[in-house]
């Protein structure tokens, strides 16, 4: 089945601790991306990547960090984790970069941040 | 500054009663707009990709439609199993950004 899949699903961390949000997809996509989503401000998206080695800033990546290391997976690192970051991520995948092809998103993962 | 603005927030409908949903944008070179819905709990859903102004595209209940300026998503005789949040989105030039709305909060009553 092709799919985007996330883990964990759901993580309760303290402040300062590094964690890593793993994204996986089956479907050879060039186009990897983070969001996140918040209540009143929508999906925002973090880092993006057009393919391996290759990535950028989205509209807030400040905190995140992400690696592209292989075609299918796409790391989300939060280094020192703070209350700010509590929210519901998600990872995306396209099938190339560059144009207007769509996503599919991975199933979330609610990050809580005490 | 580029912005994609969608309304209402939230829409209440009766089962049977047809509306619309307002995605509005202020992109330069706009190089498509997708819609997408999303259940609660769960990631966006595609639904549809719309390129250029006069475009429209349908799914069952679904009509999608685009103007130079925003885009509607035509909803005819809703039924419960349509409520979601329908969300819309805009790449901005060089297409590997994009630009989500808030959404629209969309139930349908039996």
């Known amino acids: 089945e092709a799919q985007v899949t996330q883990n964990p699903r759901y993580l309760i961390t303290v402040t300062g601790k590094k964690l890593t949000v793993t994204c996986s997809q089956n479907?050879?996509?060039?186009?990897m991306s983070w969001y996140r989503q918040d209540p009143g401000l929508g999906l925002r998206q973090i880092y993006y990547?057009?393919?391996?080695?290759?990535?950028d800033k989205g509209d807030v990546p400040e905190g995140y960090k992400v690696s592209r290391k292989e075609k299918r997976n796409f790391p989300l690192i939060l280094e020192s984790p703070s209350p700010n970051q509590t929210s519901l991520y998600f990872c995306?995948?396209?099938?190339?970069?560059?144009?207007?092809?769509?996503?599919?998103f991975g199933p979330g993962t609610r990050l809580t941040v005490t | 500054e580029d912005q994609v603005t969608q309304s209402p927030e939230a829409l209440r409908l009766q089962e049977g009663e047809s509306s619309s949903l307002n995605c509005s944008y202020t992109v330069s070179g706009l190089r498509g707009l997708f819609w997408y819905r999303q259940d609660p709990g769960k990631g966006p859903e595609f639904l549809f990709t719309l390129y250029s102004a006069g475009e429209e595209k349908e799914k069952e209940r679904l009509k999608a439609t685009l103007t130079k300026k925003e885009s509607f998503l035509h909803i005819t005789a809703p039924k419960p199993e349509d409520s979601a949040t329908y969300l819309c989105a805009v790449p901005l030039q060089g297409g590997n950004q994009f630009y989500f709305g808030t959404g629209t909060s969309l139930t349908v009553i039996p």
């Open positions: 995306a995948s396209s099938l190339l970069a560059g144009g207007p092809n769509e996503q599919y």
């Open positions: 479907m050879n996509h060039e186009y």
């Open positions: 990547s057009m393919n391996v080695e290759v990535t």
